[in-house]
Every structure is written in structure tokens, then in C-alpha cells.
């Protein structure tokens, strides 16, 4: 196995796929590395599709060992869109502790990840999770402990209501009416990523509108993000479950990140046992170019402590 963390040309990229993972919701995929290789499966977060996994960082995992797995979340770039309506009132509601029907929870998404694991005849793999594929990853190594083999959650939290907060401009920016078509979308990516980006790894505006450009052409679904939002207001708190946990884990978080406070980590963290905890000064709410061969790295490590 490979412990280098550049890029190797010779990385198999597959095409976009598409599996069928319960009924009516289909996700789109896309593969690099050897299949014979450990399955890593990278799960995005809120709105985020399987592109904002950046090729170079997954052809950097590959070169480390992994198959590694990207997808699109239902209601994500290609991937399903769900039924049901979302009212910003019933966000507010949820926002604020009240009881409200959802179109789906965050099982529910771990379940399309398992899903996606059967369609490709995966048993079990190490699974990395950003922001709110955080949560779903926590999730699935409570409900399937079995399938997971190790976990790695990055600037997530645990479900509590007080740890992992967001800062008070950040939920305002969310759910503030964006306009419709490309440019507005980009003017409100480029407004809400120079406000939870990371200070010390700034991307060019050029960069930050040119990602928000692919996202808006991959697909993006308005009424699908809120549907994605009220299953992170009505997740549970999983601090106890998480204790149960025997599989290596890592915790990675940004001291600088406003969209889940740095709480969450240290929380998630200190809930499952033994786990490691990586705090990134000057790190936001994003996966800076700069710190790849850190992640690289810490993911490796992480997955190297799987009993053999």
C-alpha cells in the first residue's frame, strides 16, 4: 500500500454513475482508485455536491490506498430530488425547538448511503463526513456499526443543541430570499462563503465564483436544501449513542468556523472513545486546498488503527 499523498496520474477516475438506493431516490456517484483498494466513502453536506470533494484530494486518497467513493446527496446536484415543501416558518419553528413534520431525517440520508455501499457490493467502509455528512456518517456507524470501519467527521457536531452553534450572521444568510437563476445563485455563494470560508486559507473570489458556477450548472435544488436543513434542525442528540462506539475515529475541525462552532468537534470528540481530535487554526467552514496532505494524512492514520 502507498503512503504518498500526491497526486499519481495512474488513479482510474471512473465516470458518473447512478445507483438506485430506496424507492424513488436514485444518487449519482463517481469513483477513483482500485476497486480492490479499502472502500472510503466521502459523504458532502448541506446543498453541497459530490464536486466540492475536490478530484485532486480524492486522486490524493486513492494514491493512499483507498477506493475512494463520492456522491450526491438526495436533493443534491444530479442525484433525486424528495418530495415535500419546506416553509421558511417551519425552519424557524424547528430552529426554535418546535415540534414539526419533515420530509425526511438524517437516517434517512444515512440509509442512502448504505444504499449506495450495497448497489457497488461494499460491506463495509471507513466513511468521511463534512459539516452535515458528518452527522450522516456518526449516524450510520451508530445504526451499522458492522459496515463502518472507520469514521471520520469533520466541522460537525453531535446533535446537541448546545455545543456545535452556528454564529448569529450565519442562519440569516441561509435562509434570506436569493433570487432566481445563475447569477443570483453565485452572488449568494460568493456573499456566504467569504462569511464561513477559513481567514487563514482564503480562495480568490474568481475561485469561489467559479465553484459556484459548476454547482449551479451540476443542479441545485432550493426547496431540496431546505428539506436538507430541517433534517439537521430535527436530528437527534446522538452524545450518547456515540459513546457506544468501538471503530476508530477521527475529528477534524476549524478553530475559525462559524457555521458549526468548534464546540461540536471537541463534543463529538470526547464522546466516542478514543477518538482523535485535530483542531486547524484559522480553519472555516471549507476544505482548503492547502490542507489536503493534512487530511490525507490524518484519514490514513485513522484507518490504519482498523483492527486487521
Known amino acids: 500500500m502507498s503512503s504518498s499523498t500526491h497526486p499519481k496520474p495512474d488513479v482510474v477516475v471512473s465516470g458518473e454513475l447512478f445507483a438506485p438506493v430506496s424507492p424513488g431516490i436514485e444518487l449519482c456517484y463517481q469513483t477513483f482508485g482500485d476497486p480492490d483498494d479499502e472502500p472510503l466513502l466521502l ?10 470533494w475536490d ?3 480524492c486522486r490524493m486518497l486513492a494514491a493512499s490506498g483507498f ?3 463520492r456522491y450526491d446527496n438526495r436533493d443534491t446536484g444530479r442525484s433525486s430530488r424528495a418530495p415535500g415543501r419546506v416553509k421558511r416558518s417551519t425552519l424557524v419553528r424547528a430552529f426554535a425547538g418546535g415540534r414539526v413534520r ?3 431525517r438524517m437516517a434517512d440520508l444515512a440509509g442512502d448511503a448504505f444504499g449506495l455501499l450495497d448497489h457497488l457490493g461494499i460491506e463495509s467502509a471507513h466513511v468521511v463526513g463534512v459539516s452535515m455528512g458528518g452527522m450522516i456518517v456518526q449516524t450510520m456507524a451508530i445504526s451499522r456499526p458492522a459496515r463502518v470501519r472507520s469514521l471520520t467527521s469533520i466541522m460537525s457536531t453531535t446533535g446537541k443543541r448546545t455545543v456545535g452553534w452556528q454564529h448569529p450572521a450565519v442562519m440569516p444568510a441561509m435562509i434570506a430570499s ?3 437563476g445563475r447569477e443570483a445563485y453565485v452572488k449568494a455563494s460568493t456573499t456566504m462563503w467569504r462569511l464561513i470560508g477559513s481567514p487563514a486559507y482564503p480562495q480568490t473570489r474568481e475561485e469561489v465564483e467559479r465553484e459556484a458556477v459548476e454547482t449551479y450548472d451540476r443542479g441545485v435544488s432550493a426547496s431540496g436544501v431546505m428539506r436538507q436543513m430541517l433534517a439537521i434542525l ?4 446522538r452524545s450518547q449513542a456515540l459513546r457506544s462506539l ?4 477521527l475529528v477534524v475541525h476549524g478553530l475559525a468556523d462559524k457555521m458549526v462552532h468548534v464546540s461540536g468537534g471537541r463534543a463529538t470528540a470526547a464522546a466516542i472513545p478514543g477518538a482523535e481530535l485535530l483542531l486547524i487554526d484559522g480553519m472555516g467552514h471549507d476544505l ?3 490542507l489536503y496532505e493534512t487530511f490525507t494524512l490524518a484519514i490514513r492514520r485513522t484507518a490504519d488503527r482498523t483492527p486487521r
Not at 234 to 237: F, S
Not at 246 to 249: G, K, Q, T
Open 178 to 180: 436569493r433570487g432566481v
Open 234 to 237: 430535527t436530528q437527534p442528540n
Open 43 to 52: 459523504v458532502m453536506g448541506l446543498g453541497g455536491p459530490m464536486i466540492w
Open 55 to 57: 478530484p485532486d484530494l
Open 102 to 104: 419533515v420530509p425526511y
Open 288 to 290: 482548503p486546498r492547502e
Open 67 to 69: 477506493y475512494v467513493i
Open 246 to 249: 468501538r471503530v476508530p475515529a
